[in-house]
Each structure stands twice: as structure tokens, then as C-alpha cells.
T-cell receptor
Framework: QKEVEQNSGPLSVPEGAIASLNCTYS??????FFWYRQYSGKSPELIMS????GDKEDGRFTAQLNKASQYVSLLIRDSQPSDSATYLCAVNLEVQGGKLIFGQGTELSVKP | DAGVTQSPTHLIKTRGQQVTLRCSPKSGHDTVSWYQQALGQGPQFIFQYYEEEERQRGNFPDRFSGHQFPNYSSELNVNALLLGDSALYLC???????????FGQGTRLTVV
């Protein structure tokens, strides 16, 4: 079992729709959770971090964490073509320092 | 405020050669982590440096080594290059007291 799992996609949504990206992790000791966006040929860009159960909203993005189910999700509202990218889920087992364990990423395509 | 900077951006080396990649962390950050990202995969943790010491190491051979300098910048060295070392090498900058990490633009290494 992989430590962090994501559907590789591609996930295709029409412009203006809600895109839902999902991630599961295997280590119950995971402390912090992150979503990165990576455009083709570029480096990952941190877009959301979440540390406790529940929802965290930032603009059009909402991260959801359920530690009991070992599940993290990212919702993108009013999806735009510029949101087309690969979204990487990452977890950290530490409360400070520590390494990021990444999933393989989900490719999102937003069609005009 | 300069973000994370890496050099060079692209590099072509021959099998068996050695390579050094460089990273300057974001202002105020004291921790540098290195990741290797193969095409279509999530980044894989190589090692992390804090206070000029290697704090954690991923599942990479001893051919991969690093260093952190007093100004927090870091180097990644890879000896005896293999074709399989061709990848995007990412430097992540963070504050030891936290877990959010920010990536540089990466170095694309091609081994021929």
C-alpha cells in the first residue's frame, strides 16, 4: 500500500464547475497535510495547508481533512482553465521539520 | 523578498560523471530539503538539512550527498551518475519550527 494515494486522472471538468480532488494516506500519525499545484514543466506551488479535522477555505479553494478516515480532499469552486495542472497531495509525520510524503498527483483539466 | 532559488535550471551530464546542484532558501527559512521528481510521479524525499546537519534521509544511495552552509544555502551532490538519475531535482525551503515547505524552480538533470 502506498503511503499517500491519489487518483492519477485525468479529471476533466467544465469551466465554472466544482473540481473535487481526493487523497488517502496510510500513517495515522500524520500531522500536517498539504496541497500543491504543479503546472507542466514547473515546480510545485503550495496552495493549501491543513492541520486539524474539518474544512479550511481560501478563496476558491477548500481543503477538507478527516483523520478518522485518513482522507484529505481539495475542492476548487468556479474552476477556470488556468486551474488546469497536476495537484499533489502531501503529508508530514512531524509537528516540526520532517519530510513531505507525496502522492503521485491528479491531473486536472478544466475545459472552456 | 526572494523566494527559493536553485541553480542551474538545466544540466546535461554523461553517465559516471558527478554533479552539484545549489539552492538558496527563502529569506527567514533555516531548513532545506531535497526531492527528486521523475516524470509522472510525485517528488521523492532525498534528505533534509538543518543547522548544517543532515536530519533525515530518504531511500537514496550514498551516491547522493549534501551540505548546508552557515548562510542556510545547500548543495546536492550526486556521484557516478546513472541514466536513472535523470529527473527534476527540487529544493524545498522551510522553517524548522513549522512544516510548510516552498519549492524552488528545480533543476532538470539529464544523464546521457
Amino acid at each position: 500500500q502506498k503511503e499517500v494515494e491519489q487518483n492519477s486522472g485525468p479529471l476533466s471538468v467544465p469551466e465554472g464547475a466544482i473540481a473535487s480532488l481526493n487523497c488517502t494516506y496510510s500513517d495515522r500519525g500524520s500531522q500536517s497535510f498539504f496541497w500543491y499545484r504543479q503546472y507542466s514543466g514547473k515546480s510545485p506551488e503550495l496552495i493549501m495547508s491543513i492541520y486539524s479535522n474539518g474544512d479550511k477555505e481560501d478563496g476558491r479553494f477548500t481543503a477538507q481533512l478527516n483523520k478518522a478516515s485518513q482522507y484529505v480532499s481539495l475542492l476548487i469552486r468556479d474552476s477556470q482553465p488556468s486551474d488546469s495542472a497536476t495537484y499533489l497531495c502531501a503529508v508530514n509525520l512531524e509537528v516540526q521539520g520532517g519530510k513531505l510524503i507525496f502522492g503521485q498527483g491528479t491531473e486536472l483539466s478544466v475545459k472552456p | 523578498d526572494a523566494g527559493v532559488t536553485q541553480s542551474p535550471t538545466h544540466l546535461i551530464k554523461t553517465r559516471g560523471q558527478q554533479v552539484t546542484l545549489r539552492c538558496s532558501p527563502k529569506s527567514g527559512h533555516d531548513t532545506v530539503s531535497w526531492y527528486q521528481q521523475a516524470l509522472g510521479q510525485g517528488p521523492q524525499f532525498i534528505f533534509q538539512y538543518y543547522e548544517e546537519e543532515e536530519r533525515q534521509r530518504g531511500n537514496f544511495p550514498d551516491r547522493f550527498s549534501g551540505h548546508q552552509f552557515p548562510n542556510y544555502s545547500s548543495e546536492l551532490n550526486v556521484n557516478a551518475l546513472l541514466l536513472g538519475d535523470s529527473a527534476l531535482y527540487l529544493c524545498a525551503s522551510s522553517f524548522w519550527g513549522g512544516t510548510e515547505a516552498f519549492f524552488g524552480q528545480g533543476t532538470r538533470l539529464t544523464v546521457v
